[in-house]
């Protein structure tokens, strides 16, 4: 990893930018849900461009290199009240009308309603890591451990109990998770779901952290 590299919170100027990587490519839920790859470009370009994910609320931190982001990740601070993990999908609506045939919109609807099946409520006084995105051709170099590395420093710092994300029960990625050390806390299913992602549901995955202990004489 280049010594050059530099994560920070993005600037409004470059949000837009650094949070295509969470588009660009889609996911397999994305693809999935908004009906192929192309569709699922285009209409993250919108609704980056919209707001709608990642929300104005959510931080977002990326990881530069000579100006270029290679990774960005997306947190939700649930301080001492509690969140709800989600799809965002009745933020898409207008969007959708806009985009999508009317012969479409039942397969949508469906789709986006099987998702919200597999949302998971977020414990009180925790980070969220919402997204996680390294570019293509610096996965598997140890960017995306940096990156949670990086949240986990956050949260500490700010006194939070644990750090908990969602993802696909079939996601390679749960390996960095483990890892890192997340633990499966709660697990969904829903029929029909892998016929459009390839995963049969999702899990959410749960780091505690200790207190961290006072130095003597602190």
């Known amino acids: 990893m280049s010594d050059a590299l530099e994560i920070r919170p993005v600037g409004a ?3 837009e930018t650094a949070c295509r990587l969470i ?6 839920e994305a693809r999935g849900l908004l009906g192929g790859e192309a569709r699922a470009r285009e209409l993250g370009r919108e609704i980056l461009r919209l707001g709608i994910h990642p929300r104005p609320d959510h931080e977002v931190i990326a990881a530069f290199e000579a100006g270029r982001p290679l990774g960005v990740l997306v947190l939700e601070d ?3 009240g509690a969140g709800r993990t989600g799809g965002g ?7 959708a009308l806009r985009s999508f045939a009317p012969w479409q919109l039942p397969g949508l609807a469906w789709r986006s309603w099987l998702r919200s099946r597999l949302d998971f409520p977020l414990p009180p006084g925790a980070l969220h890591v919402v997204e996680l ?3 293509p051709e610096r996965r ?4 995306g451990a940096r990156l949670l590395a990086h949240a986990e420093a956050l949260a500490r710092s700010r006194g939070r109990a644990r750090l ?4 696909l029960v079939h996601n ?3 390996r960095l998770y483990a890892r890192a050390g997340y633990r499966v806390a709660a697990e969904r299913t829903a029929p029909g779901y892998a016929a459009f992602t390839g995963s049969p549901g999702r899990v959410l995955l749960e780091k505690p952290l200790e207190p961290v202990a006072p130095t003597c004489g602190a």
């Open 13 to 15: 100027e470059e949000r």
């Open 23 to 28: 588009f660009d490519p889609p996911g397999p």
């Open 78 to 80: 649930t301080g001492r």
């Open 89 to 95: 999908m009745l933020g898409i609506v207008p969007l």
């Open 133 to 135: 995105h390294v570019t």
């Open 140 to 143: 598997g170099r140890g960017l």
């Open 164 to 167: 908990v994300l969602s993802t």
């Open 172 to 174: 390679p990625a749960r």
